[in-house]
Nanobody, 119 residues
């Protein structure tokens, strides 16, 4: 089992930066790929970024490429999402999640942290 808690959300002006953190509790966190998702009011949850268990392979949604950077610190059981050049359309609740090979899905999710970008 993996328990995830996001933090670092808040209100920021367009063009600004914010770093989200994902604290993981669980002895096997380092063996899970990690992803970030977001959900805006009235919209479905969408994929933002992912990073493999080794921290070497990353993938980003087209909407955030060049602006967001996903990373992880396995020694500290922490995941991060650095968000630069923020836009109003980035406003959403952001969730971190852990991928498990057994089910080939994101089985563990955090509670979410609100990110609001003003124009």
């Amino acid at each position: 089992q993996v328990q995830l808690v996001e933090s670092g959300g808040g209100l920021v002006q367009a063009g600004g930066s914010l770093r989200l953190s994902c604290a993981a509790a669980g002895r096997t966190f380092s063996r899970h790929a990690m992803g970030w998702f977001r959900q805006a009011p009235g919209k479905e949850r969408e994929f933002v970024a992912r990073i493999d268990w080794s921290g070497g392979l990353t993938y980003y949604a087209d909407s955030v490429k060049g602006r967001f950077t996903i990373s992880r610190d396995t020694a500290k059981n922490m995941g991060y999402l650095q968000m630069n050049s923020l836009k109003p359309e980035d406003t959403a609740v952001y969730y971190c999640a852990a991928f498990t090979l057994g089910t080939r899905s994101y089985d563990y999710w955090g509670q979410g942290t609100q990110v609001t970008v003003s124009s």
